[in-house]
């Protein structure tokens, strides 16, 4: 158990819709990632926070947003969703910016059908 | 082309060592890691290495890195049923960015 906390684990939902992903990261750690890994594009960094801000912006669709709250907890926002959004949805956390470890969770199973 | 390469399968019999290689591309990576993720699972931390760093070892892992030539491996000795799994290496870089390979599937045949 990394101690990082996905939730939901599986998520079906239809084309056009919009779904949250829930992150909470270790205890400790203000630095959030989220990651995207499909089949076809492998594992892709989406977007950074630490603290609450946002920090780097990696390969984020428009359509794609997050935020991370005075708790700590992150959430990914993707709507309009399309077939091609299916994936596995990664969060990871770090006590720091700078990422000597970094712990993911479990993963969230998007399906969009 | 990408910027971490790993080769995408491996198959050793159980009890023999395994050997996952890595090339990266950025000579500004501060940090490397492998990850193992088992089926339906997340990614879990194996172990990482700085780059001022030659080798690292724990327990049945051993992590060379050859910085000259930007290459990572990861050796596992004694390998074993429960090793199977999809092994992989990331860079870290620029301070805000973690780069990940393709995976390596390690299949142990018993």
């Known amino acids: 158990d990394s101690g990082v906390t996905q939730t939901p684990k599986h998520l079906i939902t239809a084309t056009g819709q919009r779904v949250t992903l829930r992150c909470s990261p270790r205890s400790g750690d203000l630095s959030v990632y989220w990651y995207q890994q499909s089949l076809d594009q492998g594992l892709q960094f989406l977007i950074q926070y630490y603290n609450g801000e946002e920090r780097a912006k990696g390969n984020i669709l428009e359509r794609f947003s997050a935020q991370q709250f005075p708790d700590l907890h992150s959430e990914l926002n993707l709507s309009s969703l399309e077939l091609g959004d299916s994936a596995l949805y990664f969060c990871a956390s770090s006590p720091r910016v700078g990422n000597t470890e970094a712990f993911f969770g479990q993963g969230t199973r998007l399906t969009v059908v | 082309g990408e910027d971490v390469e790993q080769s995408l399968f491996l198959s050793v019999r159980e009890g023999d060592s395994s050997v996952i290689n890595c090339t990266y591309t950025d000579s500004s990576s501060t940090y490397l890691y492998w990850y193992k993720q088992e089926p339906g699972a997340g990614l879990q931390l194996l172990t990482y290495i700085f780059s001022n760093m030659d080798m690292k070892q724990d327990q049945r892992l051993t992590v060379l890195l050859n910085k000259k030539d930007k290459h990572l491996s990861l050796r596992i000795a004694d390998t074993q049923t429960g090793d199977s799994a999809i092994y992989f290496c990331?860079?870290?870089?620029?301070?805000?960015?973690?780069?990940f390979g393709a995976g390596t599937r390690l299949t142990v045949k018993p």
């Open positions: 990331a860079d870290w870089y620029n301070n805000n960015d973690m780069r």
